[in-house]
C-alpha cells in the first residue's frame, strides 16, 4: 500500500474552500516536519544522472487558487519534471486538437502494468490506453499542433511555462542523459507507428517527449500548474488563461484513473485526489476549486513515488480537508 502514516491524523472535511491562510502555513509545516524524518525509498537510477540527487532534500509547498503560497523546505529546488510533464502536456493536446480526437488516439483506461510497458499496447490491439504512461504520453505529445518536431516542442515548452507562470529551462545533462538511454521509448513510438496511432516521425516525437521530461522544475512550480488546474486553467500568480476549464476537468478525471499508474486506485483510496507522481522524486495534486500540492523528494518506494511527499501529501489531504470523496465531518476528530 502506499506510505501515506495517517493513523492519528485529525481529519478535516470542507467540501467548499481552504482554512485560513495561517491555518494552511501551519499545516504545511507540521506536514513537511513529519515527512522529513522518514529515511525509506531509493532515489532512482535508471536514468543515470538521476543518480546523482540528494536523498536528504525535501520541499512542500501548497498554492491556493487565490494566488496564496506556503512553502516548507527545499520548495525551491530545481529538478528534472520527469512523467509529471504528462499531465500538463495532455492538456496542451486537449486544448488543441479537442476531447474526442484525443481520447480516440490515446484513450483513458488505466493499463494496470508498469508505465513502459510494451505487452499492454499489443494486448489492446496498438492502443496507448491512457497519456499517463510512455506510449499514451508519446502519442500525447505527437497530438501537439506543430508543422515540425521543433514547433512542436516550443509549443510544449510555452504551454508548460504558462502553467508555471516563469518560463521553464531543459536540464541540457538530464536530457543528455535520457537521449542516450531512451531506446526503450523509441521502440514503443515505432510501435505506435506500426498500429496507426503515430503519423509523424516517431523518433522525432520521442525526442520532443524526452525533452519535455527534463524541463526544470521545483515543488514551488509544480504546486502552482496544479492551481491552474485547480481553477479552471487560469494560473494564480499571473492571471493567465493556460487552458479551458472543460481540458482541465477531463485532465483531473484522467489524474485520478491513471496518474500514479496502476497504484492509482490505492492513491485514490488514500489521498483522495487527483494527482501525478515522477521519478526525480515530485509529485503535484490537485484539490479542485481550491488548490494544489506540489512536493519534492528523490527517495522513492518500489512503486516510484516518492515516500515523504506521499506521507505529507496524505497529510495534508486529511488536514486541510480535500478529500473530494468526504462530505461529511460526522465521527472526525479535527
Given at each position: 500500500?502506499l506510505?501515506?502514516?495517517?493513523?492519528g491524523?485529525?481529519?478535516?472535511?470542507?467540501?467548499?474552500?481552504?482554512?485560513a491562510?495561517d491555518?494552511?502555513?501551519?499545516w504545511?509545516?507540521?506536514?513537511?516536519?513529519?515527512?522529513r524524518?522518514v529515511?525509506?525509498?531509493t532515489?532512482?537510477?535508471?536514468?543515470?544522472?538521476?543518480?546523482?540527487?540528494?536523498?536528504?532534500?525535501f520541499?512542500?509547498?501548497?498554492?491556493e487558487?487565490?494566488?496564496?503560497?506556503?512553502?516548507?523546505?527545499?520548495?525551491?529546488?530545481?529538478?528534472?519534471?520527469?512523467?509529471?510533464s504528462k499531465?500538463?502536456?495532455?492538456?496542451?493536446a486537449?486544448?488543441a486538437?479537442?476531447?474526442?480526437r484525443?481520447?480516440?488516439?490515446v484513450?483513458?483506461?488505466?493499463?494496470?502494468?508498469?508505465?513502459?510497458?510494451?505487452i499492454?499496447?499489443?494486448l489492446?490491439?496498438?492502443?496507448?490506453?491512457?497519456?499517463?504512461?510512455?506510449?499514451?504520453?508519446?502519442?500525447?505529445?505527437?497530438?501537439v499542433?506543430?508543422d515540425?518536431?521543433?514547433?512542436?516542442?516550443?509549443?510544449?515548452?510555452?504551454?508548460?511555462?504558462?502553467?508555471?507562470?516563469?518560463?521553464?529551462?531543459?536540464?541540457?545533462?538530464v536530457?543528455?542523459?535520457?537521449?542516450?538511454?531512451?531506446q526503450?521509448?523509441?521502440?514503443?513510438?515505432?510501435?505506435?507507428?506500426?498500429?496507426?496511432?503515430?503519423?509523424?516521425?516517431?523518433?522525432?516525437?520521442?525526442?520532443?517527449y524526452?525533452?519535455?521530461?527534463?524541463?526544470?522544475?521545483?515543488?514551488?512550480d509544480l504546486?502552482?500548474?496544479?492551481?491552474?488546474?485547480?481553477d479552471?486553467?487560469?494560473?494564480?500568480?499571473?492571471?493567465?488563461?493556460?487552458?479551458?476549464a472543460?481540458?482541465?476537468?477531463d485532465?483531473?478525471?484522467?489524474?485520478a484513473?491513471?496518474?500514479?499508474?496502476?497504484?492509482?486506485?490505492?492513491?485514490?483510496f488514500?489521498?483522495?485526489?487527483?494527482?501525478k507522481?515522477?521519478?526525480?522524486?515530485?509529485?503535484?495534486?490537485?484539490?479542485?476549486?481550491?488548490?494544489?500540492?506540489?512536493?519534492?523528494?528523490p527517495?522513492?518506494d518500489s512503486?516510484?513515488?516518492?515516500?515523504?511527499?506521499?506521507?505529507?501529501?496524505?497529510?495534508?489531504?486529511?488536514?486541510?480537508?480535500?478529500?473530494?470523496?468526504?462530505?461529511?465531518?460526522?465521527?472526525?476528530n479535527?
Amino acid at each position: 500500500m502506499l506510505e501515506t502514516d495517517t493513523e492519528g491524523v485529525p481529519q478535516r472535511v470542507a467540501t467548499g474552500r481552504m482554512p485560513a491562510w495561517d491555518e494552511v502555513e501551519e499545516w504545511v509545516a507540521l506536514a513537511y516536519e513529519r515527512a522529513r524524518p522518514v529515511a525509506a525509498g531509493t532515489v532512482a537510477d535508471y536514468i543515470p544522472v538521476l543518480a546523482e540527487a540528494d536523498p536528504e532534500s525535501f520541499g512542500v509547498c501548497v498554492a491556493e487558487v487565490d494566488g496564496s503560497l506556503h512553502s516548507a523546505g527545499d520548495a525551491q529546488v530545481l529538478f528534472s519534471i520527469q512523467s509529471i510533464s504528462k499531465a500538463f502536456v495532455y492538456a496542451l493536446a486537449c486544448d488543441a486538437v479537442g476531447h474526442e480526437r484525443v481520447g480516440d488516439i490515446v484513450g483513458v483506461n488505466n493499463t494496470g502494468l508498469p508505465f513502459n510497458s510494451v505487452i499492454a499496447i499489443e494486448l489492446n490491439a496498438g492502443h496507448p490506453m491512457n497519456p499517463m504512461v510512455n506510449a499514451g504520453a508519446i502519442a500525447t505529445t505527437a497530438l501537439v499542433p506543430g508543422d515540425t518536431a521543433e514547433d512542436t516542442w516550443s509549443a510544449v515548452l510555452a504551454g508548460l511555462s504558462g502553467f508555471a507562470g516563469r518560463p521553464l529551462e531543459l536540464d541540457e545533462r538530464v536530457y543528455a542523459s535520457e537521449a542516450a538511454t531512451n531506446q526503450r521509448n523509441q521502440a514503443i513510438g515505432r510501435l505506435l507507428q506500426s498500429y496507426g496511432r503515430l503519423d509523424r516521425d516517431p523518433l522525432e516525437i520521442v525526442d520532443v517527449y524526452t525533452r519535455q521530461c527534463s524541463l526544470l522544475v521545483s515543488a514551488h512550480d509544480l504546486a502552482v500548474m496544479g492551481a491552474t488546474l485547480a481553477d479552471g486553467g487560469v494560473n494564480p500568480i499571473t492571471g493567465q488563461q493556460v487552458v479551458s476549464a472543460d481540458v482541465c476537468r477531463d485532465t483531473l478525471a484522467v489524474l485520478a484513473a491513471n496518474g500514479l499508474y496502476e497504484r492509482s486506485g490505492e492513491w485514490l483510496f488514500e489521498i483522495g485526489l487527483p494527482g501525478k507522481s515522477g521519478v526525480s522524486g515530485g509529485i503535484v495534486t490537485v484539490a479542485p476549486g481550491k488548490g494544489a500540492i506540489g512536493t519534492f523528494s528523490p527517495p522513492l518506494d518500489s512503486a516510484g513515488n516518492s515516500v515523504r511527499g506521499q506521507r505529507a501529501t496524505a497529510y495534508l489531504s486529511r488536514t486541510l480537508g480535500l478529500n473530494i470523496f468526504a462530505s461529511d465531518d460526522r465521527g472526525s476528530n479535527a
